[in-house]
């Protein structure tokens, strides 16, 4: 098996991993759209790097891309200095973006048009998981494309299954992020009414995560929202992007999602009040914002 990858996009996402394929014994090009941090990369992990996406992906059995979005994706990948343009048939495209399915399908046709294998493959576990390594990754390609990202994904992934055809791994992101939203609303809210209530939550929090509320947002964020921490992972600005993928979804498919659509807008209000840059947690700022009002 060849080991030559290249990584396109170092994020807080896709620069450990990126580290994580070097320490798995891969040769990794990288690219970035900010010079400077691929030079930072390669200097640390002991990599290469390139200025563009195409010379990053030339000779590479496997490209991941981790990028912020539909546009950034196609800007990376399409184009005479494109992902595509780079790749030889028979490398596979590995795309750890969180985007939509439509770009998802999109990509992978024309991949398989130029005898590019393609895998959407977006992942869940935050900042910590990328650094830690233990990323889950939900996957949608075909099996035998599937079969063959699963081995240098498994360098910074704890687990990675096969949701279907190109565009499920997108799909099953979207369930994940509906998950989360409904989760973090509810602890914040069980939160704030414990302190309202003058209960000391730091105890509450401590029994009831032994019981059926646990989830690991619990065991993860509890204490610093009670401490009014917010600068502990995934961004608001980032999860209004893939809420508004959520929503968009679910109109063209015919589902409801009303409390998705709830807390999309508390997090505008977030938003508004300058936490943009805030982890998910902060919900509760929203909450405590409310009682000085």
Not at 51 to 59: C, D, L, S
Request: net charge negative; glycine share 12%.
């Amino acid at each position: 098996m060849s080991k030559k990858a290249a990584f396109i996009g170092l994020g807080v996402m896709g620069y450990p991993m990126a580290g994580y394929l070097v320490k798995a014994g891969y040769d990794v090009t990288v690219y970035n759209r900010t010079t400077a941090k691929a030079e930072k990369w390669a200097a640390e992990y002991g990599g290469s790097f390139e200025t563009t996406p195409r010379a990053a992906a030339e000779g590479a059995d496997f490209v991941m891309a981790c990028v912020g979005n539909d546009d950034d994706l196609r800007s990376v990948v399409l184009g005479e200095e494109g992902v595509f343009a780079g790749m030889a048939s028979g490398s596979l495209f590995i795309d750890h973006t969180t985007a939509s399915s439509e770009v998802a399908r999109e990509l992978g046709a024309i991949a398989k048009d130029k005898g590019i294998g393609f895998v959407d493959a977006p992942v869940s576990g935050g900042q910590a998981g990328a650094e830690n390594g233990v990323l889950t990754v939900m996957c949608g390609g075909s099996e035998d494309d599937f079969a063959r990202a699963a081995t240098p994904i498994d360098a910074y992934s704890q687990s990675c299954k096969l949701m279907g055809d190109v565009g499920a791994g997108q799909l099953a992101k979207m369930v994940n992020q509906i998950c989360i939203a409904g989760v973090l609303q509810g602890l914040s809210e069980g939160i704030h009414f414990g302190q309202k209530a003058g209960l000391d939550v730091e105890k509450v929090i401590d029994v009831i995560s032994k019981g059926a509320a646990q989830s690991w947002q619990m065991e993860n964020r509890s204490k610093t929202m009670i401490e009014g921490k917010f600068d502990y992972g995934f961004a608001v600005d980032w999860m209004r992007k893939d809420l508004g993928i959520c929503l968009s979804t679910a109109d063209q498919i015919g589902a409801s999602l009303p409390n998705t659509a709830l807390v999309d807008q508390y997090y505008k209000d977030v938003q508004n009040m300058g936490g943009n840059r805030n982890d998910t947690s902060s919900l509760i700022r929203r909450l405590r914002k409310l009682d000085e009002s």
